[in-house]
Nanobody
Framework: QVQLVESGGGLVQAGGSLRLSCAVSGRTFGNRPMGWFRQAPGKEREFVAAISSSGDITTYADSVKGRFTITRDNAKNTVYLQMNSLQPEDTAGYYC???????????????WGQGTQVTVSS
């Protein structure tokens, strides 16, 4: 059974950095795009970043462009989200998803991790 497990969240001051990791079990990692989404209390889950199966194509939400970087290591079955210049509005639960296709909609993803909390203090 394929599972996604996120880690790396925490409490950080505004302007700080965190790196999230998403470890994927199973053999399908290398042939699937992956994405990061986030969800704040009372809000819908929103797209953050996505990466193609080979890692050569990435896309970002406008709100994080230039501050966040998504990468993947197919040998380690892991996708990462480097988050720099964090702001209080970045506070949310962060979820990685396995993609059916490369996309920015939650419907493009068929499997999710349990999430990791990121809290940015001002």
């Amino acid at each position: 059974q394929v599972q996604l497990v996120e880690s790396g969240g925490g409490l950080v001051q505004a302007g700080g950095s965190l790196r999230l990791s998403c470890a994927v079990s199973g053999r399908t990692f290398g042939n699937r795009p992956m994405g990061w989404f986030r969800q704040a209390p009372g809000k819908e889950r929103e797209f953050v970043a996505a990466i193609s199966s080979s890692g050569d194509i990435t896309t970002y939400a406008d709100s994080v462009k230039g501050r966040f970087t998504i990468t993947r290591d197919n040998a380690k079955n892991t996708v990462y989200l480097q988050m720099n210049s964090l702001q209080p509005e970045d506070t949310a639960g962060y979820y990685c998803g396995r993609g059916r296709k490369f996309g920015v909609d939650t419907r493009d993803y068929d499997l999710w991790g349990q999430g990791t909390q990121v809290t940015v203090s001002s």
